[in-house]
Every structure is written in C-alpha cells, then in structure tokens.
C-alpha cells in the first residue's frame, strides 16, 4: 500500500472520529430539558468500559432490526443490527453482544486480534473481518492515526449474565455493487450479512 494511501485512509479516519465525537457532543447538550440532571450527565459521559454489561455506551444501535443472530461459545450471542454504508467510503456494522447462560462470560483476548501495536490499545473488536467472496477481499477494522481501531474498545474483561455489550466496527466499504459480505469474528461461525 503506498504511503499517500495510507495518508489519505488516516486522515479519512480522523475525520470520521471528529465527526463522531460532535455528534455525541450535539447529542449530549441537547434533548429534553424537561428530564433531570442527573439523568443528561450520567448519558454524556457514558463509555463502553462502564457499561459494558449494561447494554449502553457510545453506540446504540436501533435493535428493532436484526439481520443475523450467530451463536458463539459458552452463551454469547452476536446480535448484528445493521450494516451501512457511511459517506467517504466506510460501512459501519453495529450490533450487541448477549450473554444469554447463566454464568459470568469472560471475553477472550482473541477479539482485538493479534497486531501487537492495537492489542496495546486494550480490549477491542479489532480481530472482526468482512469477506466479499464475490471481489475475493477481506476488510478489516480501521485504524486511526494513533493505530487505535475504529470499534468499540476499552470495555470490561466480562459480561454478566443476561446482558449486552453494544459494538460498532468500521471498515474500509466494498464496491457499491456488493451487496452482502461474510462476517468473521473469532468464536464464532462465519455469518452472511446484507448491507444497506
């Protein structure tokens, strides 16, 4: 991959980061004013490390659409609730990780992948890929400039039983003529998923 490539993947991703970080800013100082105070603070400063087994944190994805639900190890469930297209070329997959047994599920070290520079970022969704079997590709989560993936990160090393861990993942998009891409996710099997 060349080095302006490079540069110009960089800078797309630091964009959508500013991008993001407005949005949930814009998102936090407004709402109803007619809800308390403490209730507006405790969203704004929501992260997925606190509330990993809450079912909260920076991404809620709209959960009245699942297109695949795939069945793990051990009681975890991954719930994909959308796969879109985002403009400057990235699909963006979101979804919830359920702990569906009636124990505590400790997430294995496998999910941030094995790059050494991202597993230094803490725990992550980095070893999530998407495979376009038709253009015979595999995407792979984005990085920003500081090699941090573009995927929920930071959260604690468990799940409690009967709760969620919601996730995004940002890829690079396929061509616009792909409508489907394969999901590969260590734990759990191979699922095809339609892109909107």
Known sequence: MSIPHVRKLRRAATAVILAAGLTLSVAACGGDS??????????????PAEDSGKGEGETVP?????????????????????????????????????????????????????????????????AMTLVDSEA??????LRD?????????????????????????QFPAPATSTSQVDLQFPGFANATIEIS
């Open 136 to 141: 015979k590709k595999r995407y792979y989560v």
């Open 34 to 47: 007619g809800k308390g105070e403490k209730e507006s603070s405790s969203a704004s400063s929501s992260k």
């Open 145 to 169: 400039t500081d090699n941090r993936p573009l995927t929920t990160s930071g959260f604690d090393p468990s799940i409690e039983a009967g709760k969620s861990l919601t996730f995004f993942a």
């Open 62 to 126: 709209d959960t009245s659409k699942v297109l695949v639900t795939i069945k793990g190890d051990s009681g975890i469930d991954m719930v994909i609730n959308s796969a879109k297209r985002d403009t400057g070329g990235f699909l963006t997959i979101s979804g919830q990780l359920k702990n569906t047994g009636s124990g505590l599920y400790t997430t294995p070290i496998q999910w941030s992948g094995e790059e050494q520079a991202v597993a230094g970022t803490g725990r992550s969704l980095a």
